[in-house]
């Protein structure tokens, strides 16, 4: 009975310890950035870092229709997503361990903090020469934990970063 209650125990802590909220931190575009030049309405497009982001890449083809845009694989015009993930680097990692641990022992009472960063960078090549490029950097401060369970709903990750990376497509296309 007491190992059953146990078994119970850890089970509810582990899941109390996975509710997850997020908070974006302002999107910071930065480059030159003309607008939308009329010479890439029909280029080849190249999505690099998408492999776990098909949604995402599927919103910036429909956008890009939207547009008026056309793939053309075998023109000199090329337009390359790229998503990169840039891994947080903490100042203390022993402490940021043992604040994953009291958050697990602790039932998800004490949150746990982490930090995702990531970058969507548009290059606009012709002629294998660059014409535009443009940064947009997507980070979210992310809280896992029962006291966040509340804005979990609202502020879920996947949905936080969706609606970030949508306005900075949003932000790209429409200048």
Sequence with gaps: MKESLNKIFLIICSIHTFHC???????VQ??????????????????TGFHRFEREE???RNELKKIG???DKISDTTIEFRLERNYPIYRYLWLHRMHAVLTVLS????????YADQRLKIQ?????ELRKESRYDLSLHQ???TLVLLVTIPYFPDQTFSDLFESSLQEELQK
């Design 21 to 27: 909220a997020a908070f974006p931190v302002h999107s």
């Design 30 to 47: 930065k480059g030159v950035n003309p607008p939308f030049p009329n010479e890439f309405l029909k280029a080849n497009l190249i999505f």
């Design 58 to 60: 599927l919103k910036i």
């Design 69 to 71: 845009f056309s793939e």
């Design 107 to 114: 039932g998800g009472l004490l949150p746990y903090y982490t």
């Design 124 to 128: 606009y090549w012709k002629d294998k």
């Design 143 to 145: 809280w896992r934990g």
